[in-house]
């Protein structure tokens, strides 16, 4: 069992910054794949970026590629997503979710999540 606790979202300018983290319980979360999906007000949930179990492999959406990076640190239980050169399109709330198959590379797929957490809310200003 993976529970996720999204923090650091928040208001900003477009063009701005903002890092957000995930916090995992669970002693499985060092061997499970990692993503980032966000949802904007009336549209569905969109894959943003995904992490591998190691951290060794990345993938990100066409629409954040060069301005999100994604990465974890396994010693804390963390993922985290640095958001930069922000736009106003990139609001949403965003969720971090763990795979279900442990040892697997990330994955662009919601159904291949089981956990997931709360959200964030992330809002950029034009």
């Known amino acids: 069992q993976v529970q996720l606790v999204e923090s650091g979202g928040g208001l900003v300018q477009a063009g701005g910054s903002l890092r957000l983290s995930c916090a995992a319980s669970?002693?499985?979360?060092?061997?499970?794949?990692m993503g980032w999906f966000r949802q904007a007000p009336g549209k569905e949930r969109e894959f943003v970026a995904t992490?591998?179990?190691?951290?060794?492999?990345?993938y990100y959406a066409d629409s954040v590629k060069g301005r999100f990076v994604i990465s974890r640190d396994n010693a804390k239980n963390t993922v985290y997503l640095q958001m930069d050169s922000l736009k106003p399109e990139d609001t949403a709330v965003y969720y971090c979710?763990?795979?279900?198959?442990?040892?697997?590379?990330?994955?662009?797929?919601?159904?291949?999540?089981?956990?997931w957490g709360q959200g964030t809310q992330v809002t950029v200003s034009s």
């Open positions: 669970g002693r499985t979360f060092s061997s499970r794949a």
């Open positions: 979710a763990a795979r279900t198959r442990v040892y697997s590379s990330g994955s662009p797929n919601p159904q291949d999540y089981e956990y």
């Open positions: 992490i591998s179990w190691s951290g060794s492999s990345t």
